[in-house]
């Protein structure tokens, strides 16, 4: 049921119940004007329900998906560093095998 049927209903009970001489209507009639009511706001609180749901879903894969690209800078900055460390001792071993040939 659309959400405009829902504001209509809650206009047309509210409306009656500000008029001066109010009309009673028959009791099947207000049975079925808060069936009407109550399947209304059933359905709009079951699409926030869903609503909350999805947009926490979305957030929890956004949170894994941060999680993950950040391990993979830190792995990457590990690499890195590790790289640069062999580099380093390879380089020094070099500047030593030369300094030892010239001796």
């Known amino acids: 049921m659309p959400l405009w049927v829902f504001f209509f209903v ?3 009970l509210s409306s009656s119940s500000h008029c001066s001489s109010p009309v009673s209507l028959p009791l099947r009639m207000r049975r ?12 709009v609180l079951s699409q926030l329900s869903a609503r909350k749901l999805l947009q926490d879903i979305m ?3 956004q949170g894994k998906r941060n999680q993950e690209q ?4 830190r792995l990457g900055r590990q690499l ?4 640069t460390d062999q580099n380093q001792v390879a380089l020094e071993s ?3 095998a030369l300094l030892q ?3």
């Open 70 to 73: 950040g391990a993979r800078i």
């Open 80 to 83: 890195d560093s590790m790289w």
């Open 32 to 43: 079925y004007a808060d069936a009407i009511f109550t399947n209304s706001y059933r359905k």
């Open 101 to 103: 040939k010239h001796r």
């Open 59 to 61: 957030n929890r894969q």
């Open 94 to 96: 070099m500047l030593v």
């Open 10 to 12: 809650i206009l047309t």
